[in-house]
């Protein structure tokens, strides 16, 4: 009963903390798109991540697989706190793509770029967040 | 209707991410203008004094807003040299100053290119600074380092440093930050093709290239 209840809070926070997640690689996508990332203008160290080659991927911004990653979490987060114990895996599963993914920008940015941007360090704290509440959630019954 | 509602939860999150996506887009979509008739640039008279490469009667002129410590700028700088080459006597190219204050070396950078142009050196001293981009940025004696550079181009070392620290250099570079600031420029680069500006989604070499063909396309080649 108690882990019942438990999986449902942490499913919840996981589902709120996903939209902060949302909404920064939604901005990101925006600013992609509109080219703000080619341009000088604003923060020198954002633009020199994101205007890099490492922020698409085949031509495509890697902020809109970002965007479609939290809201595959909050999705999943959703159905998992609903009781939907497939969702779960798939929440896993997915937290646990997104992590090796921030790792590796981390790494790129740290070793590769020797600049930081703080919308992806925003990112990178988020998907830490996840990964803590999937490893602390209790396994279905 | 509980078993409706993970549902609808997902849906009506899908909906607000496309819905605020889409105001945000159309918030900070640039807007792309076109220089009035009234300032432009005529390309003759010490008035106007500006960096021009290419045939003065070509077709089609690109003019560019540039900040040489912005990495954006940097990147466009090869693609516009081999747009030159490329099309030849149908283009023309101006460069005006636009630096930043963020960049700390910029307006000095500025500045060695100007006085690198007294001495008839302009767009080497320009392509230089591009190209050695990431190594003056973050070096700790960027003066010693343009002394170099204006070595490596033959300029005569003395002059160049009284150059730089010129009234003239320095009202040079203003004359250009002034036209971009009221152009109401706000980035770099910021590109204008035949007076039309390219869009910033643009700013890389296949989208230049498409934005000069069109402008070519637009006028008969002489």
Redesign the interface.
């Known amino acids: 009963m108690f882990a019942s209840r438990l999986r449902i809070i942490l499913y919840t926070i996981a589902a709120v903390v996903s939209l902060a997640g949302l909404a920064d690689a939604t901005y990101l996508t925006v600013q992609a798109l509109t080219g703000e990332t080619l341009v000088c203008g604003g923060s020198p160290d954002c633009f020199r991540v994101l205007g890099s080659s490492y922020a698409r991927v085949g031509g495509i911004p890697l902020a809109l697989f970002g965007t479609l990653a939290y809201f595959s979490v909050f999705s999943f987060a959703t159905f998992a706190a609903f009781g939907y114990s497939r969702a779960r895996t798939f929440l896993i599963l997915t937290i646990g793509a997104m992590f090796l993914v921030t790792l590796w920008l981390l790494y790129v940015q740290a070793f590769l770029l020797h600049a930081y941007c703080r919308y992806c360090l925003f990112s990178a704290a988020i998907v830490f967040l996840l990964a803590g509440i999937a490893v602390a959630s209790p396994p279905s019954d | 209707m ?1 078993r409706y ?2 549902f609808i ?2 849906v009506v ?2 909906l607000v ?1 496309l819905a ?2 889409t105001v ?2 159309r918030a ?3 807007s792309v203008f076109t220089i009035p008739k009234s300032a432009l640039v005529s390309g003759s008279g010490a008035a106007d004094s500006i960096h021009i490469r290419g045939s003065a009667n070509a077709p089609v002129t690109i003019e560019e807003f540039g ?1 040489f410590q ?4 940097a ?1 466009l700088s090869d693609p516009i040299n081999k747009l030159e080459r490329d099309y030849h006597s149908r283009l023309r190219v101006i460069y005006r100053h636009f630096p ?1 204050a ?2 700390q070396h910029a307006r000095e950078a500025a500045l060695a290119s100007e006085a690198a142009g007294m001495q008839g050196r302009f767009w080497e001293m320009h392509d230089l600074l591009y190209r050695e981009q990431s190594n003056w940025s973050n070096a700790t004696d960027v003066p010693a380092l343009f002394n170099t550079y204006a070595e490596m181009l033959g300029l005569n070392i003395d002059r160049f440093k009284k150059d730089m620290d010129s009234d003239k250099a320095k009202a040079r570079v203003e004359l250009d930050e002034q036209r971009g600031a009221a152009l109401g420029l ?5 590109i204008f093709i035949n007076n039309r500006q390219v ?6 070499p296949a989208g230049l290239r498409a934005a000069l063909d069109a402008a070519m396309n637009a006028k008969p080649a002489k």
């Open positions: 509980k509602l993970p939860i997902v999150g899908a991410t605020s996506g945000l887009y900070k979509r640039p900040d912005c990495p954006p700028c990147n930043f963020i960049h706000a980035n770099t680069p910021t869009p910033p989604a643009s700013l890389n």
